[in-house]
């Protein structure tokens, strides 16, 4: 299995981005403005209530973009794999107010400017009624504001929504966040499961670039305020970069008692985890997001790297041990509908978890709606309250990223390659 394509995933669905917001924005800019003088024509179309009418019974068409080529490759495969075996499921089940989704998948090449195409072809060609995706984050901070132009709802499939480059203006139109920050609720995590019931003081934080390099740095000092720690030095990391010594060397002369991971899942959480050990062979280091594939273990050196090294717990995990029935029945129908398409292995539960999650909120949207309207989908999706895969949404129209509530588990790998749950005491 390629490492990447194994790796890349989910539930925090830590994404790869780079550097290069400013230059994504200016590029969807001039293609908003372009978009702008069409939307008379097509602005509403996408329902097919103007100018491509259709029988009640004819299928609602999802139009979904993301990365089947480039850089974020096995994001992108993720995205679409978990909406193609949810699109099947809900079809299977009688589809959404008695008709079934049609699926067309475009490929955004893991491009910005690939992306904007493909969601303005979407609209104006092929007449979807809503757009999944992009879902990485230079991809959708580019298409939001072109979906918005259009006035068709779309649902991005990354993490994230406020702070990485989408203008303020555009972040309560036709587009919503897919995913929350999960970024943040795996540092909540080491905070509420680590530095807390040790009484820790003292923590350093890694940051990836992507795009910003520091959210991590400054989250973890808002929480030092709250819950008595200090962030004693941060550091960031490039992506794709190939030695992380360092900002390892840096973040440990501060004597911190833990680091804070928040690098993207993949190759970059190895190159820093294998520099790290290399430099302190016990600290505790978390919360690792995708890091439990068996690929993962053996690629960044087993147990011996991973020793004191904590782990977002992955879905069959949060199955067994989530005490909410809600989130129980949802995620025994995820891992249930991925099996039935042949998409049940680990790596295949791991990763295309927001692709299927991406649907269960379009479809409760409709349904609330009781209709295709884009302004009436919008409108259940801003008032959205629905709980998915172990989060649940809480959105209001001023905030579409609110999240409800979140259930997790934290894990640790055993010298046997084993995983097991982490229960702080």
């Not at 909120?361 to 259940?380: F, G, H, P, R, Y």
Request: hydrophobic share 40%; proline share 4%; charged share 15%.
């Amino acid at each position: 299995m390629n490492y990447r394509t194994g790796l890349a995933a989910v539930i925090e669905r830590l994404r790869r981005r780079d550097a290069g917001v400013s230059r994504v924005i200016g590029a969807a800019s001039l293609v908003v403005a372009m978009a702008a003088t069409s939307v008379g024509a097509v602005a509403g179309t996408a329902s097919g209530a103007t100018a491509h009418p259709r029988a009640s019974s004819s299928p609602i068409i999802i139009c979904e973009v993301s990365a089947q080529s480039g850089a974020a490759l096995g994001v992108g495969l993720g995205d679409k794999n978990g909406i193609t075996a949810y699109v099947k499921w809900i079809n299977s089940h009688g589809g959404v107010l008695g008709r079934k989704y049609q699926l067309i998948a475009l490929d955004d090449a893991s491009t910005p400017s690939v992306a904007v195409s493909q969601v303005r072809k979407c609209v104006t060609q092929l007449h979807a009624n809503f757009i999944l995706g992009p879902g990485e984050t230079n991809d959708y901070v580019a298409a939001v504001p072109v979906a918005n132009s259009l006035h068709t709802v779309l649902i991005e499939q990354g993490a994230g929504w406020q702070g990485i480059g989408i203008p303020a203006s555009q972040l309560t139109s036709y587009s919503f966040p897919g995913l929350y920050n999960a970024y943040f609720q795996n540092d909540l995590d080491m905070i509420h499961k680590i530095i807390v019931p040790r009484h820790y003081t003292r923590v350093a934080v890694i940051d990836g670039c992507d795009p910003l390099c520091n959210a991590n740095y400054n989250f973890m000092q808002q929480q030092g305020k709250r819950y008595g720690f200090k962030v004693v030095a941060g550091q960031s990391v490039t992506y794709n970069q190939t030695d992380d010594t360092p900002q390892v060397i840096h973040l440990l002369a501060a004597h911190p008692q833990a680091v804070v991971l928040g690098i993207p899942p993949g190759q970059d959480t190895v190159t820093f985890l294998k520099a790290l050990r290399a430099e302190s062979p016990t600290i505790p280091v978390g919360e690792c997001a995708v890091c439990t594939l068996p690929s993962f273990y053996s690629a960044v050196g087993g147990a011996t790297t991973l020793k004191n090294v904590y782990v977002l717990g992955d879905s069959s995990m949060l199955l067994k041990y989530t005490p909410d029935p809600t989130t129980r029945k949802n995620l025994t129908d995820y891992i249930n509908g991925m099996k039935a398409v042949g998409y049940g292995t680990t790596s295949d539960i791991a990763q295309d978890l927001v692709g299927w999650a991406t649907g269960l909120q379009l479809t409760d949207a409709i349904e609330t709606a009781k209709s295709i309207n884009e302004n009436a989908v919008k409108n259940a999706l801003a008032h959205q309250s629905i709980n998915l895969l172990g989060w649940s949404w809480a959105r209001t129209p001023q905030n579409y990223a609110n999240v409800g509530s979140y259930h997790s588990v934290m894990a640790t790998w055993g010298a046997n390659g084993q995983l097991k749950v982490y229960k702080a005491s």
